[in-house]
């Protein structure tokens, strides 16, 4: 028959019965498959549905008739000198998710699909607001049609059909597991386990996607340990500029109450639509010095718009974090150390390097917030303040702020203070979504310019002009003496908007707003 074949990859040196969770199954069925010693787990619950509830005033009703029967299974199959688990159901939650091996289904996909052939794939961006994405296609593509950006996204999962000479019409697909839809007997189980592992083993996806090793898994233990170490002085000593949480998956909103950092029996949870690190450890009394141990304990569960308890991760699963160890950037994310590409890094620091600083000379923030530095700045002549203008654009549901300030030298200035890779983002997000909108909207310019009817100057843009006449500045208040520092994420997000914003013909430049230098004039 031709099934959906889950499996996992069991971490290397693990026993296969200590990566599964007694607590939740019965005792294993052992037997012999292809002259190998496999385990076979199987459990059935029962459960009643919320709504159930609601026909608790009707008389006669049959209350048995609400139960819903669960069924799961669970076989470890060795091969290759590791083991397999093949899920079946609910399978995957007798394992403990800490012992298997991440990645291990987005390896065997890569490898085993055909490159031409995708049908969807998972993504997300390098980013403190990490934003997830599924796409698909009507029909197999390659994933050039999937608007992938190999310097900002992390490929999560991909599925594909499979190249064959004959018509197996298999498809594979994978993250941690690997799906693969094929021909399934008991007895070939021995035998896809072997391909599974195989494939894994294979380096042809270097060849098919070149640019996945530009942010590469770390598996050195020492490594790691050094990295852990590295994150949790941080969290212990409360320096949290580069370290945060993030669901690790895909979350349909319509359907959650909320994130539940901590939660007893005597009182309500509380709910928490977005996640925050600083809140969780206050909150869910986590007690110091936290440890990798203590972070992968702390659950963080999520509960459904029905306040059921739909799942829950571990507070590390959940951890995001950029470090900076020797010449060398790592990054933290979905439980799982990623080294950056040496080249790859050195093409965004140069990128960044060599970008053009504005020759505006900003007054010194001295300690203003955002909107009392533009107050102070802007005079009606030589700088127009935006801040806080907005205008709704034709076909948008929202409203923009088109700039911060205007100068008299044509250039749209856009101020944020220093503060988190989310923070710097909207900046440059910010610049894109107002240039684009100049540019296909011409509703913006008379909305922009009347705004600036009690100030000396106006918008006057002409989508014609070649050079353009308007430039683009993007200016950090930044309280560290010395050159402008931007953490590296924020320098990938950068680059993306910088280059979005010279391909529509604008010059894009850098300013550094200091905090404290002595009272200087921003000279036109």
């Known amino acids: 028959m031709k099934l959906n074949t889950i499996a996992y990859l069991i971490k290397d040196g693990v026993e296969a019965g200590n990566a599964v969770d007694p607590k939740k199954i019965p005792k294993g069925i052992n037997f012999t498959l292809a002259e190998r010693d496999c385990i076979l787990y199987l459990s059935e619950s029962f459960n009643k549905p919320k709504w159930a509830e609601l026909f608790n005033p009707i008389e006669g009703i049959d209350y048995f008739n609400f139960n819903t029967k669960s069924l799961k299974g669970l076989l470890i199959v060795p091969a290759e000198q590791r083991h397999l688990a093949f899920t079946f159901g609910y399978g995957k939650s007798m394992l403990y998710s800490h012992m298997i091996e991440r990645g291990f289904g987005l390896r065997v996909a890569l490898n085993l699909g055909d490159a031409e052939k995708i049908k969807s794939i998972d993504k997300s961006t390098l980013d403190r607001v990490s934003l997830k994405t599924k796409s698909q296609t009507s029909k197999s593509t390659n994933v050039n049609d999937f608007d992938f950006e190999f310097d900002q996204e992390i490929l999560k999962s991909i599925c594909a059909s499979i190249e064959s000479d004959c018509d197996m019409n298999e498809v594979v697909s994978g993250s941690d597991a690997v799906s693969l839809y094929t021909e399934v007997e008991l007895s070939t189980l021995p035998d896809i386990a072997d391909r599974l592992i195989s494939a894994y083993k294979e380096q042809t996806y270097k060849e098919k996607y070149p640019w996945v090793d530009f942010i590469q898994p770390i598996s050195d233990p020492t490594l790691i340990n050094i990295l852990n170490d590295n994150i949790l002085s941080s969290i212990n000593d409360d320096l949290l500029e580069n370290i945060w949480i993030s669901p690790p998956e895909v979350i349909d909103y319509s359907d959650l109450s909320g994130f539940v950092y901590r939660s007893s029996k005597a009182y309500s949870p509380c709910f928490h639509h977005e996640l925050n690190l600083n809140i969780l450890i206050k909150e869910a009394h986590m007690r110091k010095p936290i440890s990798v141990e203590s972070l992968k304990r702390k659950k963080i569960k999520r ?221 036109i």
């Open 303 to 523: 509960f459904n718009a029905s306040e059921q308890e739909v799942g829950s991760w571990s507070v590390y699963h959940c951890l995001n974090a950029e470090v900076l160890l020797g010449d060398e950037t790592y990054i933290l994310n979905d439980e799982y150390w990623y080294r950056v590409n040496n080249e790859f890094s050195k093409s965004i620091n140069s990128f960044f390097k060599n970008m053009d600083r504005s020759d505006i000379d900003f007054p010194d923030f001295n300690g203003m917030n955002e909107a009392e530095y533009l107050m102070t700045v802007a005079d009606g002549e030589n700088f127009a303040l935006l801040d806080r203008k907005l205008i709704r654009p034709i076909n948008t549901g929202n409203r923009i702020e088109f700039c911060d300030l205007l100068s008299q030298c044509n250039a749209f200035i856009h101020v944020k203070k220093y503060s988190s890779s989310s923070v710097l983002s909207h900046l440059f997000a910010q610049a894109s979504v107002a240039i684009d909108c100049l540019m296909n909207d011409p509703s913006v310019q008379p909305q922009v310019n009347k705004y600036l009817e009690d100030t000396y100057l106006s918008l006057r843009f002409n989508i014609e002009d070649s050079p353009r006449k308007y430039r683009i500045i993007l200016a950090i208040m930044q309280g560290t003496s010395g050159e402008l520092h931007l953490p590296f994420f924020s320098k990938v997000n950068l680059r993306h908007h910088a280059r979005r914003l010279t391909n529509m013909g604008f010059k894009v430049e850098l300013a550094k707003i200091h905090s404290s230098r002595g009272n200087c004039k921003a000279p």
